[in-house]
């Protein structure tokens, strides 16, 4: 199986500072046949579901704010909230769907 | 509005058998792979299971193949996962979530319900 390493495993951000979450896999998740990475982004606030964020590794969710942003390509990723609010609290977790289907173990988010 | 509402959890022993349900509604339910995705008390995510549009793709993680069986009903717009040989390990909250991607098993999950807790102990 894949396995996706997130870093750091914590983060304190000041509001409106920009928060960085990188996700590695231990092999590419980069489909050469239709040249998309098989990456998605979540954001899970205490008590809650999981909410999809980001998909394709770049491509922002329906209703997601644009301050959310995700990059990469092949093994490494980057989510990337440009001007944090007090409500992106929460822990974020990225997944791979090239094969079976496995998650990181997720980076905690908080104010500093 | 989608809507995906889990039953079913519980307390069982070790060993024991529970059968959850997921009960969709918002969207055409036979269209979508449906999954379920598990996690452990102050844990990260694990998939579970999956299942396609018609049943005809059915994969499982390693830690539950041979115990738990997914299934649906299109016609209830219902999803259900049957645990047998329940371990220790296995206590959770199981979220079902609608899967979407290009083909079987490659799935992300676009929207989930807030899960059902279940506790295997003696």
């Known amino acids: 199986d894949i396995v996706m390493t997130q870093s750091p495993d914590s983060l304190a951000v000041s509001l409106g500072e920009r928060a960085t979450i990188n996700c590695k896999s231990s092999?590419?998740?980069?489909?050469?046949?239709?040249?998309?990475?098989?990456l998605a982004w979540y954001q899970q606030k205490p008590g809650q579901p999981p909410k999809l964020l980001i998909y394709?590794?770049?491509t922002r969710e329906s209703g997601v704010p644009d301050r959310f942003s995700g990059s990469g390509s092949g093994t490494d990723f980057t989510l990337t909230i440009s001007s944090l609010q007090a409500e992106d609290v929460a822990v974020y977790y990225c997944?791979?769907?090239?094969?079976?289907?496995?998650f990181g173990q997720g980076t905690r988010l908080e104010i500093k | 509005e989608v809507q995906l509402v889990e039953s079913g959890g519980g307390l069982v022993k070790p060993g024991g058998s529970l059968r959850l349900s997921c009960a969709a509604s918002?969207?055409?339910?036979?269209?979508?792979?449906m999954n379920w995705v598990r996690q452990a008390p102050g844990k990260g995510l694990e998939w579970v299971s999956s299942?396609?549009?018609?049943?005809?793709?059915?994969y499982y993680a390693d830690s539950v193949k041979g115990r738990f069986t997914i299934s649906r009903d299109n016609a209830k717009n219902s999803l259900y996962l049957q645990m047998n040989s329940l371990r220790a390990e296995d206590t959770a909250v199981y979220y079902c979530?609608?899967?979407?991607?290009?083909?079987?098993?490659?799935?992300?999950?676009?929207?989930w319900g807030q899960g059902t807790l279940v506790t295997v102990s003696s």
């Open positions: 299942i396609s549009s018609s049943s005809s793709y059915i």
């Open positions: 918002g969207f055409t339910f036979s269209s979508y792979s």
């Open positions: 997944q791979q769907y090239y094969s079976t289907l496995t």
């Open positions: 394709w590794a770049s």
């Open positions: 092999q590419s998740v980069l489909y050469s046949s239709n040249n998309k990475n098989y």
């Open positions: 979530a609608r899967g979407l991607g290009p083909a079987a098993a490659t799935y992300y999950f676009d929207y």
